[in-house]
Structure formats: C-alpha cells, structure tokens
C-alpha cells in the first residue's frame, strides 16, 4: 500500500494539534462555586486526580504534535524528509503509538472520573458535563492521532 500524502498526515496532525488545545481549554476554565452547610466551595479541575492526569496527557501530546508539525511542514515545503535514513521513520512510527496510547488513557480516566463522581456529588453537574465535553474534545483528538499512526505505519521503509 502506497504512504499517505504528505499534506494529508500535516492535516491529521494540525485537527489533532486543535482538538488537544480545545480540550486543553475547556478543562482549565472548569470551575464551579458550590454554596454547603459549611460555606462556599470552589471546585477546579485540579482537584480531581484525573483530570490532572488528563492536563498531564494533554501538554505530552501537544508537545509530540506540535514536533510532528513542523517536521511535517518541513516535509511538505522541501518535498523530503528531514533525516534520509529510517531513524525518523521509526520515531514516527512509535512515537505515534505511544502518544497513542496516552492521550486514551486520559480520555479513559476522565470519562470514568466524571462518571462516578458525577452519580456521587448533588450541584455539580455544570462542572462535570464540562469535565464531560473536555473528555470528548480529547477523544476526537485520539481519533486523529490513531490514524496518523496507521500512516506512520504505511509510511515505514519496507525491509526485504
């Protein structure tokens, strides 16, 4: 099977690049007054384990995406690689897997978390739908990641 264009996997890349940043976004601003016996409550995104682990997934997968861009782009204007041997080819092929992988073990923290503490906690809907919609945002941007590495994996040098 023929590579992926190299413009196809600069627009993978970029929707994931967005998707990460948009759920980046939503999950900082989530923060909620709740009124108790006790007083006024501020619950931030913070104080849940796992969306800090999601921020944590969130910033490496930025990070490797926004690498990935710019060797893409590099790729895309000089219509070669950055590196001629298969060294790159293979930091492509499981630093996509890898990132992969992170960025759905923080939409599975984040989903189970907002789940459970959701059914347990009474006034604070508003700040885990938004907890929701951040793990969603993150989901798509796995969606896209996976597929960029299906074309990293199309894109390896075949040995014979």
Known sequence: MKPPSPLAVLVLR???????LLS????????IT????????KLHFKDVYSYRYMVFTLVVG???????IAFTIYQVCMGRRLSSGDGLYQFDFYGDKVISYVLATGVGAAFGATIDLKEASEGANKFFN???AASSLLLLAFLFQAVSSVFSSLALPKKS
């Open 14 to 20: 970029i929707l994931t690049l967005i998707f990460i």
């Open 24 to 31: 980046f976004i939503v999950l900082i601003t989530n923060i």
């Open 34 to 41: 709740l009124s108790s016996e006790y007083g006024k409550v």
């Open 62 to 68: 930025f990070a490797y995406t926004l690498l990935q």
């Open 130 to 132: 938004k907890g929701s």
